[in-house]
């Protein structure tokens, strides 16, 4: 079974530029999530999917940060303008079904440098 | 803001050794505790988790201890081999019935052979 893939691996842009990750999640897994982890810390949850529809995006930065999953399928997150804080490792994770159990499936993440 | 406190923030145990790592969360409504282990440029996978109905999970060398009155939850590394050097996180629901998480800041892990 493949896992969950995550492109670009890495991403170095300016302070102020844009960028933007891609995740595709392990087939037939309905929930999606964009999770941000700084360097030294926890993953952070950005915004959670079930199939197409937002279940949870309080703590996304909605004046830079985007995201959407149209099809219910693959998803994109968006930066733009990006911060000096904004550094960090972006990770998709994807899990089978909704409720709190169940274990969450992680890509290996993007790496974001913002200089 | 709903957290979970997680400690040591790094631990050095000796091949064959236990390593104990714990975490403390404040809302007494979580109902599941996962711990995930992360190796360096992977993203994090679920090593164990459990459910509050019960003290104790085992699953090989690892074992989660719940606390329920403590509300504290630890993970033990018993024989701690070098390849379990990693960061382990413990979480919890983040709330509600949405089934996203909330993680611990990390536990980094080195077994010295």
């Known amino acids: 079974e493949a896992g969950v893939a995550q492109s670009p691996r890495y991403k170095i842009i300016e302070k102020r530029q844009s960028v933007a990750f891609w995740c595709n999640p392990i087939?037939?897994?309905?929930?999606l999530y964009w999770y941000q982890q700084i360097l030294g810390q926890g993953p952070k949850l950005l915004i959670q999917?079930?199939?197409?529809?937002?279940?949870?995006d309080s703590q996304l930065p909605k004046d830079r940060f985007s995201a959407e999953r149209l099809k219910g399928v693959d998803s994109t997150l968006k930066i733009q303008p990006a911060k000096l804080e904004d550094s960090a490792v972006y990770l998709c994770?994807?899990?089978?079904?909704?409720?709190?159990?169940?274990?969450?499936?992680f890509g290996e993440g993007s790496r974001l440098t913002v200089l | 803001q709903q957290q979970v406190k997680q400690s040591p923030q790094s631990l050095i145990v000796q091949k064959g050794g236990i390593s104990i790592i714990n975490c403390a969360y404040e809302?007494?409504?979580?109902?599941?505790f996962p711990w995930y282990q992360q190796f360096p440029g992977k993203g994090p996978a679920l090593l164990i988790a459990?459910?509050?109905?019960?003290s104790e999970k085992k699953e090989g060398r690892f074992t989660i201890s719940f606390n329920k009155s403590a509300k504290q939850f630890s993970l033990h590394i018993m024989d701690s081999q070098p390849g379990d050097s990693a960061t382990y996180f413990c979480?919890?629901?983040?709330?509600?019935?949405?089934?996203?998480?909330?993680f611990g800041k990390g536990t980094k892990l080195s077994v010295k052979p």
């Open positions: 994770a994807s899990k089978l079904a909704g409720g709190n159990t169940g274990e969450l499936f």
């Open positions: 087939s037939g897994h309905a929930t």
């Open positions: 999917f079930q199939n197409n529809g937002v279940v949870d």
């Open positions: 809302n007494t409504a979580f109902d599941y």
């Open positions: 459990i459910r509050p109905d019960v």
């Open positions: 979480a919890a629901p983040r709330g509600g019935s949405q089934g996203n998480l909330i």
